[in-house]
């Protein structure tokens, strides 16, 4: 049974890590990691991101202008920034590292030691992956909910509230870590060869002929 699950598990590995490298790309640029809905004008929403910041209007669509200055973002967006190039390019680097190591790739067939350490470095770059992905929209979660809630703040001021990018990096994370498991799973499975067997069979009938002619008088 490990013969036949070991390669499923391994293709359903590789692509929900894939998923997860896509959305997580897709969070990066997406703008809507902050959204703010204006009571005074509600045909007016404006949306913050980690590039750029948006207003969407009813009638005109949506009207971005990229930041000025890396400097000038909050701490959160600046190591936000950081933390999502890290996430993709560990995630490009674990699906590089793990396709060379698929058993259903014959390049390296014979060689399974390396290919499981392929393997096994490709789901660990997918955990990091997905780490690194879930820290920055959960800090940004984090401080958004700290400002909602900030007493100091006048309540005639308006608040900004969580955007689907949050969400997308959430499952972007989720997803990364799962396909990172899947694979390391495998690599715990113990694969018996049919060349092994074959060997082994005819060193044991070897072994049986050698005895019974010492036997025979």
């Not at 972007?172 to 499975?189: E, K, P, Y």
Request: charged share 15%; with cysteine.
């Amino acid at each position: 049974m490990a013969l036949v699950y070991q390669p499923v598990m391994q293709l359903s590995g590789i692509l929900v890590s894939l998923l997860g490298w896509v959305l997580s790309c897709l969070t990066t640029y997406l703008p809507q990691w902050k959204n703010l809905n204006l009571e005074l004008n509600e045909l007016e929403i404006w949306t913050m991101g980690l590039w750029q910041a948006c207003v969407v209007q009813e009638e005109g669509g949506m009207q971005c202008k990229d930041f000025d200055s890396f400097l000038a973002l909050p701490p959160e967006l600046r190591i936000s920034r950081i933390l999502m190039f890290f996430s993709n390019g560990s995630g490009l680097l674990g699906l590089l590292l793990s396709g060379f190591g698929l058993d259903c790739l014959k390049i390296g067939e014979r060689q399974q030691e390396q290919k499981k350490r392929l393997l096994l470095f490709g789901g660990m770059l997918f955990w990091i992956s997905g780490i690194t992905a879930i820290i920055p929209v959960s800090w940004v979660a984090h401080s958004t909910v700290q400002e909602f809630w900030d007493e100091n703040i006048p309540d005639i001021v308006p608040r900004w509230d969580f955007g689907e990018a949050l969400f997308v990096g959430w499952l972007a994370g989720f997803c990364l870590i799962l396909g990172g498991s899947l694979l390391n799973c495998t690599i715990c499975s113990t694969e018996v060869h049919p060349s092994s067997v074959h060997y082994a069979v005819a060193e044991q009938q070897d072994h049986c002929q050698h005895l019974e002619t010492e036997t025979r008088p």
